[in-house]
């Protein structure tokens, strides 16, 4: 079974832990693979995660997507982060 911590508003982690990682819903949806990640330079803070190679489901969920046309996942959605990124697509709508 996957090692999944649940995410806490204090709890702090290196963005580039995330890269590589699997994202999925929490009702089991594969997205893909976490390429990159996008954050505010003076505070730190993550602000999209970007996919590679999405899935049809993640194009479903209608994302932002960046200059070169990837899918950007809203960094606040992101509910787990272990094995695998777990994101909550109630909160992207």
Same mark, same amino acid.
């Given at each position: ?29 594969? /997205?893909?693979? =976490?390429?990159? *990640? ?6 730190? @803070?993550?602000?999209? %995660? ?24 809203? /960094?606040?959605? =992101?509910?787990? *982060? ?6 909550? @697509?109630?909160?992207? %709508?």
């Amino acid at each position: 079974m996957p090692k999944i911590n649940m995410m806490d508003e204090k709890e702090k982690f290196v963005a580039t832990d995330i890269i590589g990682k699997t994202v999925v819903s929490k009702t089991g949806k594969k /997205f893909r693979t =976490v390429c990159d *990640v996008i954050f505010e330079t003076r505070s730190g @803070e993550l602000i999209h %995660i970007v996919l590679t190679n999405p899935t049809p489901s993640a194009f479903k969920l209608e994302l932002e997507k960046d200059s070169e046309g990837n899918l950007l996942v809203p /960094f606040s959605s =992101v509910i787990a *982060v272990g094995d695998l990124v777990v994101i909550s @697509e109630e909160d992207i %709508i």
